[in-house]
């Protein structure tokens, strides 16, 4: 640790003279309440790593952990279980489910663990599956359910608990395409109904940006870049964050107040009368603003939440904008 701090030496170097491996190194980061935070990089990044040092299922070298104004590091063993059975919920890549347990005793399992009563537990147990939308399947066994289910019971069980914070190391990344987009969709609307703050873990970047609401891209056991999904793919912190965002769309990325020109410095070219232009909301992202450019030979004006004109973009600003993003 000394030769860290005093040398900064990198993972590699760590490793060849020491013969130590360095788990993660400097991930300094905020959550905000109701946000999801999306964590992610390659394998061996040290993503998976870094969400269990959350809940102290891998204990710190050094550093402070605080999640809901709690020390986690000065926390005893007692406090720290109650802290992970009724604050912090976690939902596994693998989920672990008791096999010789039905559905509704899965997901009832932590409120047996708190010494909740049976009737409290099944009660629970069947509100968290109908946000899941697995009514119907209290009794059967996870043999009986396919891959996409049994994960919907895992994130069941992480919502029994009622927790304020919920840990998702790569949930969904086992399963088909339709059916990972399918609990993409579930868990969006699941977190905007329940207003869970939640650290999600992913190697796949379209899976971040499609779910996140912040980015932290991961390397080596280092945080290399935090921002919106924009940010990381508009405005990339270096080569290794580039090569990530390469392929992807920016059409559903970019939006009118990233690339219109201010309103009030505007200088319309002949023939164009901005009153007669039409209007949009400055998040309107650049697939909507082709289609609106398509219906008409006016500028766009760009309006901000109250509806005032804050903003326009010319057929010149958007093929920039487009251009300029690789969309």
Same mark, same amino acid.
């Given at each position: ?38 964590? /992610?990089? $390659? *394998?061996?990044?040290? +993503?998976? !790593?870094? %969400?269990?040092?959350?809940?102290? &299922?891998? @204990? ?127 868990? /969006?609307? $699941? *977190?905007?109904?329940? +207003?869970? !703050?939640? %650290?999600?873990?992913?190697?796949? &970047?379209? @899976? ?120």
């Amino acid at each position: 640790m000394a030769a860290i701090e005093e040398r900064g030496l990198s993972k590699p170097e760590v490793l060849s003279e020491f013969g130590c491996v360095v788990g993660i190194a400097d991930c300094s980061f905020k959550v905000k309440r109701g946000e999801i935070f999306c964590v /992610m990089g $390659l *394998s061996g990044s040290g +993503k998976s !790593t870094m %969400v269990r040092h959350l809940n102290r &299922l891998i @204990e710190p070298t050094s550093g402070s952990i605080s999640v809901l104004g709690e020390d986690m590091r000065a926390l005893g063993a007692d406090r720290l279980r109650e802290m992970r059975a009724m604050h912090i919920g976690m939902v596994f890549q693998h989920m672990a489910l008791l096999p010789h347990r039905t559905v509704r005793d899965n997901v009832g399992f932590p409120l047996q663990v708190r010494g909740e009563p049976k009737s409290k537990r099944w009660e629970v147990s069947q509100h968290c599956l109908n946000l899941v939308n697995l009514d119907g399947y209290e009794d059967r066994f996870p043999r009986e359910l396919s891959g996409g289910m049994q994960q919907r019971v895992g994130l069941a069980r992480a919502l029994a608990s009622d927790p304020e914070v919920l840990l998702m190391d790569e949930p969904f990344s086992a399963l088909d395409p339709l059916i990972r987009r399918q609990l993409q969709d579930q868990f /969006m609307a $699941l *977190s905007a109904e329940l +207003k869970k !703050t939640t %650290v999600f873990i992913t190697h796949d &970047l379209d @899976e971040a940006i499609r779910i996140g609401h912040r980015i932290a891209i991961m390397k080596d056991g280092r945080i290399v870049q935090i921002g919106t999904p924009e940010d990381i793919v508009t405005k990339p912190a270096d080569d290794y964050v580039k090569d990530f965002v390469e392929g992807i769309s920016k059409l559903k990325l970019v939006f009118a107040h990233s690339i219109m020109e201010k309103f009030t410095t505007y200088k319309p070219a002949r023939g164009e009368d901005l009153a007669k232009s039409p209007r949009v909301s400055h998040d309107t992202d650049l697939d909507h603003l082709i289609d609106v450019s398509i219906t008409t030979t006016q500028p766009i004006v760009v309006q901000s939440d109250k509806g005032k004109d804050v903003g326009v973009i010319s057929k010149s600003t958007l093929l920039q904008g487009i251009q300029g993003g690789k969309a």
